[in-house]
């Protein structure tokens, strides 16, 4: 099988990011699109992002052989209903969404008998939008494709092609398995910058402005994944909740320990564990997922 037509659905930093990495990849791949808000329509529109803004998510999947639907966890069986009248039937239907399980049972539901494979590149910012998304957001990033049992494996190959072409490692993996990784390294981390900031905003005795004006680089660093857009946040911490609230009993654990360790003074306990983390930032940048340049690469002032 081969994609010569895409369908982006949704179009902020994920829907545009794919439609603009066609376009400067020059691919093969006609680009058509919707979004349901008409203001974003019109924005993707003169920003070009794909090639033909629709009016309607029917007409924008029409002869589509790959329909991606790029919006909130908890919209996709809205997404999939809304595009179900228009769809081909050779169609692959896929995703971006943070988590899977819950997706991927939304999909079936909403479109029984379609070609269902979901998939979620691991890439993304702060930014939401249509003024969000860049031509080179996937490049040199993980996309893990979780194919459900019975896949057909020429339209496994065709989605697992596509993401390659645009800049994309692929790995395979079980749905429950990437809902659990995906709460250790994203859906936690966002949980406890949500958290942190909310807390320093809360204390009664450093008035907000001075959280604001004397931010470290700790804070602000976890002011910027708190900046990441609320309601795609709030959709992926209830689609995955169970592998959310089984990793956060392990953190919960974890900080336990560490508040005994600081209690009771315990120097080398500390120092154990920081060494360990530290190893594991090592081990980031070696993968090639973060800059290894002091302060993340921030430029500076003279």
Same mark, same amino acid.
């Given at each position: ?7 982006? !659905? ?7 990011? @794919? $439609? ?22 019109? %924005? ?6 794909? #090639? ?12 589509? *052989?790959?329909?991606?639907?790029? =919006?909130? =966890? ?6 999939? %209903? ?5 769809? &081909?039937? /050779? &169609? ?15 999909? &079936?539901?909403?479109?029984? $008998?379609?070609?269902? !494979?979901?998939? /979620? ?13 860049? +031509? ?28 390659? &072409? ?10 429950? /398995? ?9 859906? !936690? ?6 958290? @942190? ?12 402005? #001075? =959280? ?12 910027? @994944?708190? +900046? ?6 709030? *959709? ?6 169970? +592998? ?5 009993? %392990? ?16 120097? *080398? ?6 060494? %360990? ?7 980031? @940048?070696?993968? $090639?997922?973060?800059? #290894? ?7 500076? $002032?003279?």
């Amino acid at each position: 099988m081969t994609i010569r037509r895409v369908a982006i !659905i949704g179009l902020g930093l994920l829907g545009g990011s @794919i $439609g603009l990495a066609v376009k400067a990849r020059s691919l093969a791949i006609a680009t058509t699109g919707w979004d349901r808000d008409p203001a974003v329509r019109a %924005r993707a529109a003169e920003r070009g992002l794909v #090639e033909t803004v629709c009016a309607t998510a029917e007409d924008a999947v029409a002869a589509a *052989d790959l329909v991606i639907l790029c =919006v909130p =966890v908890g919209a996709m069986g809205d997404a999939a %209903r809304a595009i179900a009248p228009g769809l &081909a039937p /050779h &169609a692959i239907i896929s995703d971006v969404g943070s988590s899977k399980e819950a997706v991927a049972t939304a999909l &079936a539901e909403a479109l029984p $008998g379609a070609c269902i !494979i979901p998939a /979620h590149p691991v890439a993304g910012t702060e930014q939401s939008g249509p003024d969000a998304g860049f +031509a080179t957001l996937f490049a040199g990033r993980w996309c893990i494709i979780t194919p459900p049992e019975g896949c057909d494996p020429t339209q496994l190959e065709a989605l697992s092609a596509f993401w390659t &072409a645009l800049g994309s490692k692929v790995e395979l993996m079980d749905a429950a /398995h990437h809902d659990l990784v995906l709460a250790v390294t994203s859906h !936690i981390p966002h949980l406890i910058a949500y958290t @942190i900031v909310g807390t320093a905003s809360d204390l009664e005795d450093v008035t907000q402005s #001075e =959280v604001i004006k004397y931010s470290a680089g700790g804070f602000r660093d976890f002011t910027r @994944i708190a +900046a990441s857009d609320p309601v795609m946040w709030r *959709d992926v911490f209830l689609s995955n909740k169970g +592998a959310v609230l089984e990793m956060l009993g %392990r953190f919960t654990e974890d900080l336990t320990a560490m508040q005994r360790a600081i209690r009771s003074a315990d120097g *080398d306990a500390l120092f154990d564990l920081f060494t %360990r983390t530290r190893a594991i930032r090592r081990q980031v @940048i070696e993968q $090639g997922q973060d800059d #290894e340049r002091p302060d993340f690469g921030r430029e500076h $002032g003279a």
